[in-house]
């Protein structure tokens, strides 16, 4: 499975943006996809995951309420919205898929294919 990030880029704080990951080479549906990101100097974090179906969404908590997981399995995509992003957000954001299920696929040794990465910018 090859995954394409896209939709990164600058934007204020408050500001929203869309984040898109196109998968080819697989049959999608039958991959959880995540979100991670990763900060200059930090440890790559989960941001958000989805099950194969798109019926089950997981969030972590720095972000529930902001951001929104979607797929859409006939155009083999999956989605990032991020709204009311903060400075602090700002970070090279990767998606993933994997085959396997624990607790939400928090954990990014669950996966086994990563995009990568698009980078977002948040200003003061």
């Known amino acids: 499975v090859q995954l394409q990030a896209s939709g990164g880029g600058l934007v204020q704080a408050g500001g929203s943006l869309r984040l898109s990951c196109a998968a080819s080479g697989g049959t999608f549906s039958a991959y959880g996809m995540g979100w991670f990101r990763q900060a200059p100097g930090k440890e790559r974090e989960f941001v958000a995951s989805i099950t194969g179906g798109g019926y089950v969404t997981y969030y972590a908590d720095s972000v529930k309420g902001r951001f929104t997981i979607s797929r859409d399995n006939a155009k083999n995509t999956v989605y990032l919205q991020m709204n009311s992003l903060k400075p602090e957000e700002t970070a090279v954001y990767y998606c993933?898929?994997?085959?396997?299920?624990?607790?939400?696929?928090?954990?990014?040794?669950?996966?086994?294919?990563w995009g990568q990465g698009t980078e977002v910018t948040v200003s003061s």
């Open positions: 993933a898929a994997t085959s396997s299920y624990y607790r939400g696929n928090r954990d990014d040794r669950l996966y086994n294919y």
